[in-house]
């Protein structure tokens, strides 16, 4: 029985905290901050010289954190970029 926990008869099994789904937090901070650095890196560099190392430095996360979000550096530009659009104004 590997892998399974040992309950004894007329015995509740023991409640195994669910992770609370959080709104925003701590991702969305990462989020936002890699997305501002990399608009600034842009801004300094252009996009020929912009690096994720840099973006991952400039935001203070590492370039795995970038990398899981988002698969390359075009994908990163993008959505940098989408991200300092409003929304919509009506013509």
Do not use: C, F
């Not at 099994?13 to 990462?30: K, Q």
């Not at 936002?32 to 996360?61: F, N, P, Q």
């Amino acid at each position: 029985m590997s892998g399974s926990v040992h309950v004894p008869t007329g015995q509740a099994a023991p409640r195994v905290p669910r992770r609370a789904v959080r709104v925003g937090g701590r991702s969305a901070r990462v989020v936002a901050t890699v997305l501002r650095s990399t608009l600034e890196v842009l801004g300094r560099r252009g996009y020929a010289g912009l690096r994720i190392e840099d973006v991952a430095e400039e935001s203070g996360v590492n370039k795995t954190t970038i990398y899981r979000r988002w698969a390359t550096r075009t994908d990163l530009v993008i959505a940098a970029l989408v991200g300092l659009a409003g929304p919509p104004v009506a013509t």
